[in-house]
């Protein structure tokens, strides 16, 4: 099985910048997609951007340009960098790793943005 453990939420002006982590362990080499959601309070959890075993990333437009998803296969730890962070990226951030038949998540960590 695989666990995962997000950290580095927190509070924050807009037009600042935070960086998540997501510390993966466990059975990890069939890992084959992982990723970060968030959702926002009375809204659906929504994908924000994705990093596929071969590096291969994508994002949600309303991040393109402001976060940055990255891992170090070396640490297994998965980060989002979010710079320029807006009132509307509030919402707490889950990340998430599929393997074959499963998504397991995190547990999650609040971001705020507000003056």
């Known amino acids: 099985q695989v666990q995962l453990a997000e950290s580095g939420g927190g509070l924050v002006q807009p037009g600042g910048s935070l960086r998540l982590s997501c510390v993966v362990s466990?059975?990890?080499?069939?890992?084959?997609?992982m990723g970060w959601h968030r959702q926002a309070p009375g809204k659906q959890r929504e994908v924000v951007a994705t990093?596929?075993?071969?590096?291969?990333?994508g994002y949600r437009d309303f991040v393109k340009g402001r976060f940055t998803i990255s891992r170090d296969n070396a640490t297994n730890i998965m980060y989002l960098q979010m710079n320029s962070l807006k009132v509307e990226d509030t919402a707490v951030y889950y990340c998430?790793?599929?393997?074959?038949?499963?998504?397991?998540w995190g547990q999650g960590t609040q971001v705020t943005v507000s003056s």
């Open positions: 990093i596929r075993s071969d590096g291969t990333t």
């Open positions: 998430f790793a599929d393997t074959p038949g499963v998504r397991t």
């Open positions: 466990g059975t990890i080499f069939n890992i084959y997609n």
